[in-house]
């Protein structure tokens, strides 16, 4: 049964904390993507992923960090450096046929909380 | 800046009706255009995508596409309450990114 699977879908984490989000793939995407999501608001681009060992930042990468070491899994990391991490957060995925062709796929979301 | 906009809503259409919803962006170089349908508190969906000027049709969904005056649209036919969701446009803005409007939201009513 192929898809992404994002964990945990709920995460609570105190101020100051660095928390880690889980996203993996067995669709064999080449591309892995990092989204946020603030309520009312649209889908805006954290950090993406074309090849194992290297990744780019987008719009709002300030305060996170992310890894390829596996083709499967990209996990996303929210520093203490980010100030107002509280959001909805989607991973997606693609395949890289063709630069401007690609259909991105989401898993199911972690919400994160700050407390 | 490469922007996408859409009307925030809520669209409001009586069960069976016609909705339809309307994206326009700003880079005229963009080459492909999607559609995602997202339920409250969950992920987005694709459901249409488009690439060449004209239309597309997938069932009761089709996707309208003018590049020249930097428009996509979806139309969705004999609606159905459960169609009610927001409905994400997205525009290719290049290395395999999206840019993503923030959405309409689209009330079915019985």
């Known amino acids: 049964d192929g898809g992404i699977t994002q964990s945990p879908k709920y995460l609570f984490r105190k101020e100051g904390q660095n928390v880690t989000l889980s996203c993996e793939q067995n669709?064999?995407?080449?591309?892995m993507y990092w989204y946020r999501q603030d309520p009312g608001q649209g889908l805006r681009l954290i950090y993406y992923?074309?090849?194992?060992?290297?990744?780019q930042k987008g719009d709002i990468a300030e305060g996170y960090s992310v890894s390829r070491e596996k083709k499967e899994s990209f996990p996303l990391t929210v520093t203490s450096a980010q100030k107002n991490p509280t959001a909805f957060y989607l991973c997606?995925?693609?395949?890289?046929?063709?630069?401007?062709?690609?259909?991105?796929?989401f898993g199911p979301g972690t919400r994160l909380t700050v407390l | 800046q490469k922007e996408v906009e859409q009307n925030s809503g809520p669209l409001s259409v009586p069960e069976g009706a016609i909705a339809s919803l309307n994206c326009t962006y700003s880079?005229?170089?963009?080459?492909?255009f999607f559609w995602y349908r997202q339920y409250s508190g969950k992920s987005p969906e694709l459901i249409m995508f488009?690439?060449?000027?004209g239309d597309k049709e997938d069932g009761r969904f089709t996707a309208q596409l003018n590049k020249a005056s930097q428009y996509v649209s979806l139309l969705i036919r004999d609606s159905q309450p459960s169609d009610s969701a927001t409905y994400l446009c997205?525009?290719?803005?290049?290395?395999?990114?999206?840019?993503f409007g923030k959405g309409t939201m689209l009330l079915v009513s019985p």
């Open positions: 997606a995925s693609s395949t890289v046929l063709a630069a401007n062709y690609n259909e991105q796929f």
């Open positions: 669709l064999n995407h080449d591309a």
């Open positions: 992923s074309q090849i194992v060992n290297d990744f």
């Open positions: 880079d005229r170089g963009s080459q492909s």
């Open positions: 488009i690439y060449s000027n």
């Open positions: 997205a525009v290719n803005s290049g290395y395999s990114t999206l840019t």
